[in-house]
């Protein structure tokens, strides 16, 4: 007799595959191992017919979770910074969000991915909320991580490899993020949050607009933060566990057949990411050329995407880290803003 039924298995399965490829991917200093060790491992068991069902509102609920990170991540001081050179940030942000959606337009029009599909894949920057809401928006959220994740990959280690030239071995030894699961835990602050992502999670249920619980408590974090109301409380193990269930949820749809279609695109949407690395040292270039701002600062400043990772390597590199990060911060609110506009505007030129 079974002492697990096969569902148990499969879920203990899981889980143990799960926490063997974070290991390895922090010790690695992989970005976004939280998120990509789970979908991995939901990638091998959905492949090797060992099905495993992620509840809907478990989903929705880490949905949330994100929601609060994101708006806790924003610093109220990055308005200031982007207002007062508003000109140089609106110019460089737009370019680089026109640049990749020339490139998604391209692989979609060479049949690379679904038209929606590419779009959203190709967005430069906030890759967590940009997976999250493409499903919402008709996109297959399997190949959007795919090609999200893959960009930030790519983007992490040309980032390093540039901060070494540019600053010496030694820089870069510090330009990897320490990751503690249980760390100090200011009680009252992490209950007020938990009521700030329950009240995403309801009006997000009843509204029922997409990404609800992502975007909803994004707002509601942004507002309590910026007004001085609240300073969120996100543990590490309730990030960890968000992520999680976000991985999982988009691995465990994976079949054979997607697996091997992304297998065939991968030197494509290769080329895609490097083309678009390339075409934003152009952007730092011009930025060095005409702004005065130095090599480094200009290059982490344009780099698209991976603004966690950015803001690890800024932080351990002699450059303007506040340019550096309102350039990133600006970008990945824009792109949060328009993605859908532009997903829809280019998926209807398409068809036509």
């Given at each position: ?56 509102q478990g ?212 080329l895609s ?18 702004a005065g ?60």
């Amino acid at each position: 007799m079974a002492i697990l039924s096969p569902t148990r298995r499969n879920v203990l399965l899981l889980i143990t595959l799960s926490l063997l490829l974070v290991v390895v991917m922090e010790w690695l200093h992989l970005p976004a191992a939280l998120l990509l060790g789970p979908m991995f491992a939901g990638i091998f068991l959905a492949i090797n017919g060992r099905p495993v069902t992620i509840n809907k509102q478990g989903f929705s609920a880490a949905q949330a979770v994100v929601g609060a990170m994101i708006a806790h991540a924003i610093p109220p001081s990055v308005f200031g910074r982007i207002a007062a050179d508003w000109p140089l940030f609106v110019l460089c942000i737009f370019s680089v969000i026109f640049a990749s959606a020339i490139l998604g337009w391209i692989m979609a029009k060479l049949q690379v991915f679904p038209g929606s599909t590419a779009i959203w894949g190709s967005s430069p920057g906030a890759a967590a909320a940009m997976t999250i809401m493409a499903e919402s928006f008709g996109a297959d959220v399997r190949l959007v991580a795919f090609m999200q994740y893959l960009r930030v990959m790519v983007v992490a280690l040309v980032a390093v490899l540039v901060t070494r030239i540019g600053m010496g071995a030694e820089s870069a030894e510090h330009a990897v993020a320490t990751f503690t699961l249980f760390g100090p835990l200011r009680v009252w602050p992490f209950i007020a949050t938990l009521m700030l992502i329950a009240v995403g999670f309801l009006i997000a249920r009843r509204v029922k607009m997409p990404s609800g619980p992502l975007l909803i408590t994004l707002t509601l974090g942004i507002i309590v933060e910026d007004s001085g109301l609240l300073t969120l409380e996100l543990p590490s193990w309730l990030l960890a566990l968000s992520y999680a269930l976000i991985g999982w949820s988009i691995g465990l749809r994976f079949t054979r057949e997607i697996v091997l279609y992304a297998a065939r695109a991968l030197p494509r949407v290769l080329l895609s990411v490097l083309t678009l690395v390339t075409i934003c040292c152009g952007f730092a270039f011009l930025l060095v050329k005409f702004a005065g701002i130095d090599p480094l600062t200009a290059y982490l400043a344009t780099s698209p995407g991976g603004a966690d990772t950015v803001a690890i390597i800024a932080s351990s590199s002699h450059v303007d880290i506040a340019f550096v990060m309102a350039m990133q911060t600006g970008r990945f609110i824009v792109v949060l803003i328009t993605g859908p506009a532009i997903s829809r505007f280019v998926a209807k030129r398409l068809k036509r």
